[in-house]
């Protein structure tokens, strides 16, 4: 009963905090543009870091946002090193970290490492229990390299379950076996799957991921149905639309899951499961990219830790809703530790993560999100503010109107997130909406009180 | 109010004869291979006609099923004509019925002329009011040469969107334009959406279909969420599973339609909306195999019209429930015209089709199905037998399994039909069960007690 309580008083704590926080947020977003004082001391040294979305903000395709290669530039100084820790944290998953730091660094003209970079299948490192087991990946390019780069040790592919199993993909009459019983090679069995991003030809992955989840790994046996859960799903990257070169959004790996979601329980009538979410807004994701912005810190020779994170990006069901959440996390993580001191002399013994599985209004994947980014109350930072820029999926221009796509976002009636994320309105209000990039940057300057030139 | 009573005592009557069919059904069933006794006299001309599904059935794939082959002869006499008028009713839709017909013909080793042919999209030549609209189909194959011999004018095909919309498809990056900015050509507004069957780069189509109906047909403007319903929507084939060589069944179009339909509504929160869902189970899909088989028979020289159909499949919820509800249809019509006749001498005038509207239990899919598919009713069968067969995803043997998926396909946790089509468990039995087409076929010669050699 003891511990009962404490969990309960733990999550109040939570659920105050989040408050509290929203109503910031809300009074931050209305003063709009009213940055002439700083909320922080320009007294002892930097203590703070960027994340920056990509696509939205930085890019629209492969075309750069006006403004942003000069935002950027403006990060480093003469050497060539940065002012503070910058990280780049995407959605997106379908390339090596090493290759997207290249391909930033040529369309934005600094040079921009792969510890800067962050992809949201990059948490999958810290998933051990996972890397030994035997995996199929879906998504495209690299696959296979991505999960081995991860620390995955026996991967399988798509086409490698097509070659072996060449009956099971046939609704592309082009591609079926010309034989109409070719030697089945089989496979040893999968023992998880992980969607790593939006994959080419989605109907022949939606077909053998079903497959799969029906016959416990392995192809050759009967589909049953019954046999729930199923095996692992690991997914990465829940983003239903983004933006790229084209006037309206377009579909990203957010709407292969609600495929799969939906074809799933067509046949069996149950709920697909997922082991983790993985990316933007997952906890899990934020606190990796504190890591990080940590190590950058301790690079550039910082002694005190970073104090205050920014987040800047365009979409509120991703970048504003997880910056928000993660904000949540910390005060949480900060009260409840506090919380446990205090009652630890009563006989309390209750961990934060206790704590948080205790909380009534959390999905388990919320729950296990947190759990896994659990990190020591004193490394944490104090603070993450999101800033919501107007070059992507969201626009302050297009919001008065009343067929906006984006408005209905925050709509009850609509939700754009992933359908295992409770949805909570304030946690997609942004603590500051600006322009572009270019303001977002100033703005946080202006806030820590630090000159940017 | 006195119409009113009429439209309601119609579907009554509808009611008790479904009730009735459906109690007839059962008792045929559990009385399998009790078919000594003949149900119809064998006086007079033959009367009957044989509707054939193919996959399941006749076909696996490419490979033919044992004994379909001789049984399919035996319908022929020496000089190659057909005893009884026979119709192949397939929920395939990616070809010509030409080309079904030379492959039928070739792997059966017997002349099928395109006439005796019916693919998912067949009935779509009497949908009239849309052959002049500028339409986009979906598909694969030849769509552009289905859709322009089925009657439509103004057609326009994915490929033709993609190229006209080059920033659309953005999915596959090896299929994104090279330049940033490519010229968009542009099309004149898409009126209507056409969905032959399953495609091929099923995130193509999704994204596609997705924007014209957000923007009203035109992808030149801004989406719309509101714009609600959205132009029209026709689907053909709505098969969520069929069998090919694989141990496990395959997806269908039905699979597709579940993805597009839960992608709409999860951007915009709204349901999508079928114009028209054709193929079995859909009474317009028995309503026009009805038609083949009376102008076969006139063909034959018959001069009584066909009185009782035998549908055979391998599905309980296409070929099964689409026969037995076709025969509901034609009970209640002959019932409802006999009721009219009674009534019109008190003031009534309630036509059939009212009767339907006023259905409480019907969908409007259903409702618009029936009576599109409405004749005069001295022109019907009296009645159309539904007969499954074993050999596809249906299996008696695996039925006793726990873990069976077809079993539960009949059960109320799990529908495998189509979003639109109320659930009638009643309407997935069969009239008879058999092991294969060759006994199936016995069976309705026994039934007819008419010599099949």
Not at 84 to 106: D, I, W, Y
Not at 192 to 207: C, K, S, V
Not at 309 to 316: E, K, M, S, T, V
Request: glycine fraction near 6%; aromatic fraction near 8%.
């Amino acid at each position: 009963m003891q511990r009962a309580k404490i969990f309960k008083y733990g999550w109040q704590l939570l659920k105050s905090n989040c408050d509290g926080a929203a109503k910031q947020v809300t009074t931050s977003a209305s003063s709009l543009r009213d940055h002439s004082v700083s909320h922080f001391s320009s007294q002892g040294p930097k203590s703070f870091g960027l994340l920056f979305d990509i696509d939205g903000v930085l890019l629209r395709g492969k075309t750069v946002i006006p403004g942003a290669k000069q935002c950027i530039r403006n990060l480093v100084d003469h050497n060539g090193k940065y002012k503070v820790p910058v990280v780049f944290v995407t959605n997106a998953g379908n390339c090596m970290r090493q290759t997207k730091a290249e391909q930033l660094s040529h369309v934005l003209d600094v040079e921009i490492c792969p510890e800067q970079v962050m992809l949201s299948h990059s948490p999958l490192r810290i998933f051990t229990q996972f890397h030994k087991m035997r995996v199929l990946v879906s998504g495209q390019g690299p696959v296979m390299e991505v999960a081995e780069n991860l620390g995955f040790q026996d991967v399988v592919t798509i086409d490698m379950l097509r070659d072996a199993y060449p009956l099971l993909d046939v609704i592309d009459h082009n591609r079926r076996p010309k034989d109409p019983s070719p030697p089945s090679k089989g496979l040893r069995p999968i023992d998880a799957i992980i969607l790593f991003g939006e994959p080419i030809r989605w109907e022949t992955n939606l077909q053998l991921i079903v497959d799969l989840l029906l016959t416990n790994g392995n192809p050759d046996n009967v589909w049953n149905s019954n046999q729930y859960p199923h095996i692992p799903v690991l997914a990465c990257n829940m983003d239903l639309l983004w933006m790229a070169e084209a006037k309206n959004p377009r579909f990203g790996h957010g709407m292969f899951l609600v495929c799969l979601e939906n074809l799933y329980k067509k046949v069996t009538g149950y709920e697909l499961k997922y082991q983790a979410l993985i990316g933007k807004p997952s906890v899990v994701t934020y606190n990796y990219a504190e890591l990080l912005i940590r190590q950058q810190a301790e690079r550039l020779g910082w002694t005190t830790p970073v104090k205050r994170l920014y987040a800047i990006g365009d979409n509120p069901m991703a970048d504003i809703y997880g910056a928000n959440l993660y904000n949540c996390y910390l005060q949480a993580a900060r009260r409840t530790s506090t919380q446990m001191q205090a009652t630890s002399g009563r006989g309390g013994s209750g961990s934060f993560e206790e704590t948080l599985y205790e909380a009534p209004k959390m999905t388990s994947t919320e729950q296990d999100d947190m759990s896994l980014a659990h990190r020591p109350v004193e490394e944490l930072p104090e603070r993450c503010s999101s800033i919501l820029v107007c070059t992507g999926v969201y626009s302050r221009g297009q919001q008065e109107l009343p067929s906006d796509p984006t408005h209905t976002v925050t709509e009850q009636r609509i939700f754009h997130g992933h359908r295992d994320f409770r949805f909570d309105p304030t946690l997609t209000q942004p603590s500051f909406i600006v322009q572009d990039v270019k303001e977002a940057v100033e703005l946080v300057f202006q806030q820590e009180a630090c000159p940017l030139d």
